[in-house]
């Protein structure tokens, strides 16, 4: 049973290139969760999708910064016109059913802009 | 007061000590509680859940204290393998919204 799939692992951009991280959930699994982390900095909330759907995007910037999770496929963070802040860590996990109970995270992609 | 508020460490313990490290949370709404585990840079792990009972994995044991609004983890005989970041999560009770604490560092010591 494969985990929740991230690619890329690592992503370099220029600034105002586009970046697009892709997550594959967990076979069965309807609900993924999209995070950030800073160099030295927690876990921060961006956007809690289910098929089709955006059910929470209180944590996501209100600029550049989109997430889809289609019918078909995987889920999708975008950034537009990427900036030097937005080098981070970029975890996808996955559940089962909604809340936090057995999250599973993906191994991340690891953005870094030039 | 922070959401989910946890001392950064580092906490350097000798292999073989006990160690424990609390975690507040300020919404006494707060319905579930976990501790997760993180290596560096890589992604969060589940530990265990923290049941209002008490739970015991092991050498691993979890306990929360809805009073005074913590959750605890203690690792009794640690290992150098326990060095890692634990990372304390709480679901805020409304829409199943969830808060991450930043992490306690531990280091054990050969």
């Known amino acids: 049973n494969a985990g929740v799939m991230q690619n890329p692992r690592h992503l370099v951009r220029r600034r105002g290139q586009e970046a697009r991280l892709r997550c594959s959930p967990m076979?069965?699994?309807?609900?993924v969760y999209w995070y950030r982390q800073l160099p030295e900095e927690g876990l921060k909330f961006m956007v809690y999708?289910?098929?089709?759907?955006?059910?929470?995007e209180s944590g996501m910037p209100k600029e550049r910064f989109s997430a889809e999770f289609p019918k078909e496929g995987p889920s999708i963070l975008r950034i537009q016109q990427v900036v030097r802040g937005d080098s981070a860590a970029y975890f996808c996990?996955?559940?089962?059913?909604?809340?936090?109970?057995?999250?599973?995270f993906g191994p991340g992609t690891r953005l870094t802009v030039l | 007061r922070k959401e989910v508020e946890q001392d950064p460490g580092p906490f350097n313990v000798p292999e073989g000590a006990t160690v424990a490290f609390n975690c507040t949370y300020s919404n006494s709404a707060s319905q579930s509680f976990f501790w997760y585990r993180q290596d560096c840079r890589k992604e969060p792990k589940l530990l265990m859940s923290v049941y209002s009972s008490g739970n015991e994995d092991g050498r691993f044991t979890a306990q929360l204290n809805r009073a005074s609004q913590y959750i605890s983890l203690l690792i009794r005989d640690s290992k150098l393998s326990d060095s890692a970041t634990y990372l304390c999560?709480?679901?805020?009770?409304?829409?199943?919204?969830?808060?991450f604490g930043k992490g306690t560092r531990l280091h054990i010591l050969p």
């Open positions: 999708l289910q098929k089709e759907n955006i059910i929470d």
């Open positions: 996990a996955s559940s089962l059913t909604s809340g936090v109970r057995e999250q599973f």
């Open positions: 999560v709480v679901n805020m009770g409304r829409d199943d919204k969830i808060i």
């Open positions: 076979k069965g699994h309807s609900h």
